[in-house]
């Protein structure tokens, strides 16, 4: 099915994934008599009440078209993990792409903070998968933390379809979710297909909501490699930063043909047999260059030791965007910019600005699915959003040069 709006995601085959929930039930769920439920299917529509939900304590963004909803629905362990761990994800999806929260929780095992974007029916919609999410997977029941963020122009509805129906299948979250958004109303798909992605806004909530001191923000399909948080924990708890210090985590994008990558030695063979490769970079590379793949993949001797810095980052290109770890207190992303492009490379040109420090760390790495290349990649409307943004970059530059005139570049 191809999803309409704000992202395409990519179509992901969850047989290895889901290797631990090879159980298969099916669900009828009609919101219209939830008295004809039985078993299961009525506790999936009862689950709904556990949502923490008052609109009246809603917050705006500082324009007013945006309003937000903390903790909806908490993990289970958030404190917890946030307690047992000094890094947490914070991440943030539209309702077509909330299905990638499957396998990032089951290969990061610590605290993840989510923002979700929705309008209209949207909003039962999500509740609804949510519920299943939490039902068929203990990894997003526990560690997820749930948060709402919506445009003021389209505002959340809880009315119901008539019939309402779908096939809960736990072995296969994507098409559940298909089955979710064929009751997407015209009038939604239509707003979809006008409104600008917030994700700086979205970026913002999640963060702040984490509860570690460091963070790891990502976009909701960043998967990380399998026991990261452990080892990355390891490593921030006898980290001697002596400077403002930005971890960044190398991303590849997997063919779509290949199993998820256990190790570096085995992710350093994808990429040598051209299954794999560093992220964006046939889509635009100065995003991505100053990390130094190369010299990443050079280092085939610590593929299997501790989490540690590979090298310094000294030369940063302007449009330069890493996925990185650092301390909770870096600066927020400019909400200016919204929709896409100059999202994550204006937040990241203002830490540099600040004199942080970027350091690549190794054997650690997250992956993204699909080879991405420039022609699948853009389109007219997202030409039309980078040119916006591209107008408003002038402007934020000399604000941020002003803003840190002593400012000591670290590259």
Known sequence: MRMVGFQEPLSVNYQFLHQRHQQDFIKNVSISDTATCEGTSARLVENLEVFNINWSLSRSDSKHRYRFLDFILPGNKFVELSKKYKVSIATQTSLEWLHFIVNLSQHWTGPVSLAVFVGGEEFLLAKLYITYLRECFPHVKDQISFHLAYSMDYPPSDDPK?????????????????????????????????????????????????????????????????????????????????????????????????????????????????????????????????????????????????VHVNHNITKCKEWYEPFYVARACVPDYDERFIGYGFTRNTQTFEMITAGYQFQVLSPIFSYHWGLRTYKNNYNVRRYKQVRTNAALFLSFRAEVIARYPKGQRAC
């Open 162 to 306: 008539p019939e309402f129906k779908y096939k809960q299948n736990c072995t296969n979250p994507e098409a559940v979710l298909s089955d979710l958004l064929k009751y997407q109303s015209p009038r939604t798909i239509n707003w979809k297909n006008n409104t600008l992605y917030p994700q700086n806004h979205l970026r913002n909530q999640a963060r702040r909501n984490c509860q570690t001191e460091y963070v790891y923000v990502t976009d909701v399909d960043i998967v990380p490699c399998i026991g990261m948080a452990d080892s990355l924990d390891a490593f921030l708890r006898k980290s001697q930063c002596e400077r403002l210090c930005a971890y960044v985590i190398p991303v590849y994008e997997l063919d779509e043909k290949v199993s998820f990558p256990r190790n570096k030695a085995e992710m350093l063979k994808m990429a040598k047999k051209r299954l794999a490769r560093p992220y964006h970079q046939m889509v635009y590379s100065p995003a991505q260059s100053s990390t130094d793949y190369k010299r990443w993949e050079s280092n085939t001797e610590d593929a299997t030791g501790p």
